[in-house]
């Protein structure tokens, strides 16, 4: 399986903390991207990095790239309890591939 | 995302029985798929259609089937039902590359299917 490996499997934090998630992949990626859920819901769009971009931001989520290391982390800033969800990583191999996702990191934001 | 829906949302059924998945989407997007997510386990995708005459088997295809009988329908069938397909099911669309972003995909809210 090419499915790519978030780290750690689940996080707590206090409200005001930052939170950082990490994803490793195996093999190029032709972009990276990283999803919400809230409990049981559907998974929402976050931020995409393409291979040849180090780093992005987008409000208070910062996410960069090693491709040399294959991995990825993703950062949330002044975190919120409303940020309490599972973040999951995504690659795309090729544009003609679809989304390989992986099994996501739970973080908990204690008010 | 309301532009994506899967009916039914709750589905609890009984081993052997046929349970047919629907999805829609009012996104104009020609690629679909459909996922299975079990607890720690995250998303595994089962299909993926790129256009209407497209259908293509993900990671974990058995005991599964799908059609798509329009741009905007794509369904996920179980023959016979067994209980480890007990999951959540989410379908989602994508755009294609060099019409917007790359492959990012909206999802529809699932669905729960539990089977005794």
């Known amino acids: 399986s090419q499915q790519g490996e978030e780290d750690p499997q689940a996080l707590s934090i206090q409200e005001g903390e930052n939170a950082t998630m990490n994803c490793s992949y195996k093999t190029s990626i032709n972009n990276l991207q990283w999803y919400r859920q809230n409990s049981g819901r559907g998974l929402v769009h976050l931020i995409l990095i393409r291979s040849n971009e180090r780093e992005k931001h987008s409000g208070r989520l910062r996410v960069t790239l090693d491709t040399s290391k294959k991995s990825s982390s993703l950062l949330i800033t002044a975190s919120r309890a409303a940020d309490t969800a599972s973040y999951f990583c995504a690659t795309v191999y090729s544009g003609n591939t679809p989304l390989v996702f992986g099994k996501g990191t739970r973080l908990s934001v204690i008010a | 995302d309301a532009d994506v829906t899967q009916t039914p949302r709750n589905r609890i059924t009984k081993t052997g029985k046929r349970i047919m998945l629907e999805c829609s989407q009012t996104k104009g997007h020609d690629r679909m798929y459909w996922y299975r997510q079990d607890p720690g386990l995250g998303l595994r995708l089962i299909y993926y259609?790129?256009?209407?005459?497209?259908?293509n088997k993900g990671e974990i295809s058995d005991g599964y089937s799908v059609s798509r009988q329009a741009q905007a329908k794509f369904s996920l069938s179980l023959e016979s039902a067994i209980p480890n397909q007990t999951a959540l099911y989410f379908c989602?669309?994508?755009?294609?590359?060099?019409?917007?972003?790359?492959?990012?995909?909206?999802f529809g809210p699932g669905t729960r299917l539990t089977v005794l």
């Open positions: 989602a669309t994508s755009e294609t590359p060099g019409q917007g972003p790359p492959d990012t995909q909206y």
């Open positions: 259609s790129f256009d209407v005459k497209d259908i």
